[in-house]
């Protein structure tokens, strides 16, 4: 089941809930968990405000180094030629989609 944002209406509380794809449309029966309000409606911004959040983030910064330890672990069973494709990959980000 997909992952989808609702926010309250009275609080501005942001919140995701797994539901079918069948019922991404309707309204959301419980209230919301911070005001206890049953104004939920779906949010439709949420996918581009974690887009813009995100732009400047690398993999190597999202994963607190992790990235570049994997990186290092593949050169060992790769060509040298491959080597300097791991290393532009590890300082991409989201910019060019700004």
Same mark, same amino acid.
């Given at each position: 089941?997909?992952?989808?944002?609702?926010?309250?209406?009275?609080?501005?509380?942001?919140?995701?809930?797994?539901?079918?794809?069948?019922?991404?449309?309707?309204? /959301?029966?419980?209230?919301?968990?911070?005001?206890?309000?049953?104004?939920?409606?779906?949010?439709?911004?949420?996918?581009?405000?974690?887009?813009?959040?995100?732009?400047?983030?690398?993999?190597?910064?999202?994963?607190?180094?992790?990235?570049?330890? /994997?990186?290092?672990?593949?050169?060992?069973?790769?060509?040298?030629?491959?080597?300097?494709? /791991?290393?532009?990959?590890?300082?991409?980000?989201?910019?060019?989609?700004?």
């Amino acid at each position: 089941m997909p992952n989808y944002g609702f926010i309250c209406q009275n609080c501005n509380h942001e919140f995701d809930r797994f539901c079918s794809i069948d019922d991404r449309e309707k309204p /959301l029966i419980e209230a919301c968990e911070k005001c206890s309000e049953h104004k939920v409606v779906r949010n439709y911004t949420g996918f581009v405000q974690g887009i813009a959040s995100d732009i400047n983030m690398t993999p190597n910064s999202k994963t607190g180094g992790q990235w570049n330890q /994997l990186m290092n672990r593949m050169k060992k069973g790769m060509p040298k030629r491959y080597h300097k494709n /791991l290393d532009i990959a590890s300082n991409r980000s989201g910019k060019k989609w700004n």
